[in-house]
């Protein structure tokens, strides 16, 4: 009976040392762009549409997470093409993709006639980075 309780003991030592406040303390990810950003963060992008690319310099092979998609106060995600590539997504209007540390993300002219908005959320693991994407409405 000694023995059990001891084993148990030392399971739970293990069990609790395992745990600590550095599990999930991942290094924010960092990027090299061109791309300017405004004051709230996001990124302006004309009614013609455009390429925007954006290298991961601290994680090495990021992957997709999703896009939630505003338009006119309504919200729309899309996933990953499917399970088996986290490295692409598409949207009717959006496409981002990821060749090792780089994500090129092409936007589609806007012919809708509404103010349209992208969120473009990338991962490494436990850590994630977003990019929002405002388009205007074609005149």
């Not at 309504?74 to 996933?79: A, G, I, M, N, P």
């Amino acid at each position: 009976m000694k023995k059990a309780i001891l084993a148990m003991t030392l399971a739970m030592a293990f069990i609790l040392g395992a745990c600590s406040d550095d599990d999930g303390d991942w290094t924010p990810m960092k990027w090299k762009t061109s791309v300017v950003k405004e004051k709230d963060g996001k990124i302006t992008v004309p009614t013609q549409g455009g390429n925007y690319v954006f290298i991961c310099t601290n994680y090495n092979k990021p992957w997709m997470s999703s896009l939630k998609e505003i338009i006119e106060g309504k919200e729309t995600y899309y996933r990953p093409h499917n399970d088996n590539s986290f490295y692409s997504i598409t949207s009717p209007w959006l496409t981002a993709q990821w060749k090792d540390n780089i994500l090129t993300v092409t936007v589609k002219p806007n012919e809708t006639g509404k103010e349209r908005e992208m969120k473009v959320e990338v991962t490494a693991g436990d850590i994630f980075d977003t990019f929002t994407f405002k388009q205007a409405a074609n005149e």
